[in-house]
DNA sequence: TATTTTTCTGCAATCGATTGCATATTGAAA
DNA sequence: TTTCAATATGCAATCGATTGCAGAAAAATA
């Protein structure tokens, strides 16, 4: 339907948008230099004449010279870059760890890759078999609830590639790791509810496959046993940890003929909005008839109402571990030992829903 | 402190851990063919015998052989990557687009490299020259709010590269664009405000120079316009996009002599979240005496007392959008005119913060 | 059987930046 | 003035994968 001249034209304007990108011989031949000159100038690397480095940079800017990384990587043999592996990448706490990393890693002009597995082992092979093909100096991840077998994860450290574990790792693997003290965190949330008064608390638990839920459920259990509170079988529930299974799960466990008086949702805040939910909906009195804890302190568990209990990971610090440990070890020669972990300390933010001998003491007043 | 064995067991394992990489060489060498042989096999691409192709992809599979794409890359011209630059990586909006991108790029083996802003004019700078630097395919970004110049895109354009605009896009660059419409939005929901019955609408807005804050801000003049209810400057106030700036906004329009009866906080969610602090802080009842409206759907507003009326934006099917577009322009030959845009049409949610009458209706009852 | 086409492999160059080393020049030291 | 050291530049090779093309062999066609 287009006229000839509109053809042609399209097709003028595509072949300029696909110029030719300037490269240092074009800088090189315009100076009448070479382009070993020019690259030594423009990295200020090796012997350059100061009058010569001067020209060359101001005619660099003039052409818009653009260095071309995979160029100088594939020589240089290292690219200044890291890929990150985590479930999904619109999940709060794994979005916060990525702003860390990258908040460190750009100071030192290294760049990110981002991949999700999207909680699939499948998918989580394939990320990491791209990113060891992308030549990264590093790998950074926390690992899919669907992987049961790191052969993958050990492929990345025989590529001679550096491999650091976050939050969920195969504890198998002797690699870097940044990790939370899950079960310090969990048995001080425990105890708390017990030192509330509350002595029949359910365990809302993720798949023990992976070690962030089986040290949160280890802290529950030594709490219990600190407290000399028998472990009730009937208590415990697995995958509720989404808002939607937390509330099924609940719904079961208040239909129990001895219910719970707390439920620790060990898995996320969202399972812990869940159960609010289903409190509320069977006219059941939180925190003085039940209390419940959270764990990820997100943004909304301060704002329901009562305001939720829950456990601070201080996802970016972590995100900033990370990097810093990478950093670390490459300035470090001393190494070869045990690999290092780096343990960051949640913290228990007491709130209204376990409030339990407070609200008592206010309502007395 | 370490004796000279463990000083030399160190140097001996950090050797190790440098292994050369398996390269096609390797193969060639092993098989006594060349290396054009191998590439020609590993890539199925040209003519090569069926058993020597099988024979050589066993091989590799053996040697654990994984392809250098940096070189890859260099020979073939196109490096399957693209790069976002988003304000803040860690909010939710952007994490959900780029979720959205890395769902549809990842089905074509595309990868992504991530960059943040932080709502910097340097910083972004930064990020588009060093994605520029890696010779990625396309660069798809959202400006930052401290953006008044856009040298540095068009400098992708002539740099030969794809730019795609989202969300927060400059205006006077003609590029491939997807974008919310806004301004029908947010007609909408001060339409839907009216119909309520509140006749004293407060806007909290974001920086005028980004087009979706003045477009959000457009929609609320037209529905005043088309309700006949003239516009009182007191009741907008700028740079209210946080809980903390939203709530300091509110307090000042609350203690007007002449106090507005609803505030639209067309910047965030987390900004109309200050205003309901507020307001309950001042005892003023919301809906019946203040109705509140946000804008993003952020999960917390569901689970306010009273849940919050907001915007959804979709975020997760822009970033969809943004891939595709990409994709349809490389498969387009017809191109060559005015680059493309897509508008996602948010909606509005209506919630208990501005149904005014809904809930008169049901007192009576 | 002779001719043409298809298949296959290897050679050499390419991509763009970096760098070791040889050579020439200049400056400093003996 | 002679010798030695520093500065500067260019050449050629390198990094690892890809690919155009030449030449040989095998297969298909006339």
Known sequence: MQSIAEKYFC????????????????????LNVTAS????????????NEATRLLVQKTAAELNYKRNTLASNLR???????????????????????AGIEDST????????????????KKEVKCVNTLINQHVDCIVISVSVDSLNYDHLRNVIDQGIQLI??????????????????????????????????????????????????QRKDGYLRALKKFGVPVNSMYVVEN????????????????????????????SDFSALGVLEVANGMQIKVPSQLGICGYS??????????????????????????????????????????PKTIDIKPVLIIRGSTSRKSEALSAKS
Chains 1, 2 share one sequence.
């Open 76 to 98: 240089k043999g290292e690219s200044k870059t890291i890929g990150v592996v985590v479930p999904r990448i619109n999940q709060n706490f794994f979005a916060n760890v990525i």
């Open 37 to 48: 000159t020019v690259s030594r100038a423009l990295s200020n690397n090796g012997y350059v």
């Open 240 to 267: 509720a940890w989404t808002k939607e299974l937390g509330a099924a799960a609940t719904k079961k466990l208040l239909n129990l003929p001895d219910a719970p008086d707390a439920i620790f949702a060990s898995t």
């Open 11 to 30: 097709i003028f304007t595509k072949v300029m948008k696909q110029k030719k990108r300037v490269t240092i011989y074009d800088i090189a031949q315009k």
């Open 165 to 214: 574990q976050f939050d969920r790792v195969a504890d198998e693997l002797q690699t870097l790791k940044v990790i939370n003290d899950n079960e310090q965190a969990s048995f001080e949330a425990v105890c708390h509810m017990l030192e509330q008064g509350y002595k029949k608390i359910a365990l809302l638990e993720g798949p023990q496959n992976l070690n962030i839920f089986r």
């Open 106 to 121: 750009y100071q030192k002009g290294y760049n990110l890759v981002i991949c999700q597995s999207d909680e699939q082992y």
């Open 297 to 338: 302190n997100e943004a909304f568990t301060e704002i329901t109402s009562p305001s939720i209990t829950t456990i601070d990971q201080f996802s970016m610090d972590m995100g900033r571990a990370v990097a810093n440990l990478y950093f670390d070890e490459l300035n470090n020669t001393d190494t070869g030992g045990i």
